[in-house]
């Protein structure tokens, strides 16, 4: 008989590489794609069929009443801030002519979009961003989905072109109450006449300065209504996550807002000359 062969140890096994994890700043990255992911979903949904019509009229009516009240009063000192103080620098170069013309332009190019869009952002994202995530961690838009009804179609486009309409129509009333405002402060309070501060206005002032503000306004609340509908499809650790993406959502949203009137700005200034220039 054979003798019997002794057992052979195992052969050990190579040690594995430790996995590495995921580079530093790439989740910044990835979640800038899915913004702009999601953004152009929202384009594309916005072409399909059925558009949700009875949604769209609630969010922008919601929007609209929660946004209306607080505009009108801050802009009333906005308009009054900016007409002291280009009457008071008007003042020291002699050229108090042109008060009523440079506080408008820069009610209406300037203060005017950015209030509205900080309001929106604010007031309307803030909902919009809670009520989309407390429908994600109750698995709701999961259900959506399952029963083959797409939620960007269903609940974020018409959040978002709410945001658009409501940020344009009150773009229009800010800057009314922003220039009646500045007049009011300048004639009033400064001793300017309203002949001088009309006529300036007119001076300077051209239609692609409203234009270029309606646009700013259409932009910005898109934005906003984006940023928003992100978070809230997003949110992390149940209802606490809820309430910090929120807070992120409105944070994200002025940056963005800061940094795309800077831009919008300087392509307006480098392609419209001046009025009579």
Do not use: H
Not at 55 to 76: D, G, M, N, R, Y
Not at 79 to 106: D, N, P, R
Not at 230 to 245: E, F, T
Not at 258 to 275: A, C, D, E, S
Request: charged fraction near 10%; hydrophobic fraction near 50%.
């Amino acid at each position: 008989m054979e003798a019997e062969k002794p057992p052979q140890p195992a052969p050990a096994t190579p040690p594995r590489r430790p996995r590495r994890g995921p580079l530093p700043g790439l989740g910044a990255f990835r979640q800038t794609g899915q913004l702009f992911s999601l953004a152009a979903a929202v384009v594309r949904a916005v072409f399909r069929r059925p558009f949700q019509l009875r949604e769209f009229i609630v969010q922008f009516w919601f929007i609209a009443s929660v946004t209306i009240l607080p505009a009108a009063l801050v802009s009333i000192p906005f308009g009054a801030v900016i007409a002291l103080q280009v009457g008071s620098l008007t003042q020291q170069l002699g050229a108090q002519s042109f008060t009523g013309g440079a506080s408008v332009l820069a009610v209406i190019q300037q203060a005017s979009p950015l209030i509205v869009a900080l309001l929106i952002a604010g007031a309307g994202g803030s909902a919009i961003c809670a009520d989309l995530g407390s429908r994600t961690i109750r698995e709701e838009l999961d259900a959506m989905e399952v029963m083959g009804v797409s939620p960007v179609q269903r609940l974020v486009v018409p959040r978002v072109l709410a945001t658009m309409l409501v940020a344009l129509l009150l773009n229009g009333m800010v800057s009314v109450v922003g220039t009646l405002g500045g007049y009011f402060f300048n004639v009033i309070m400064q001793g300017g006449t309203p002949g001088a501060y009309l006529s300036s206005f007119s001076a300077l002032a051209q239609l692609p300065d409203l234009y270029v503000s309606e646009i700013k306004a259409l932009i910005f609340g898109f934005i906003a209504g984006i940023v928003a509908a992100y978070r809230g499809l997003n949110p992390r650790g149940g209802p606490k996550g809820v309430g910090d993406a929120v807070n992120q959502a409105v944070v994200i949203t002025f940056l963005l807002l800061f940094f795309v009137n800077m831009v919008i700005t300087g392509i307006y200034l480098q392609i419209v000359p001046p009025k009579g220039g």
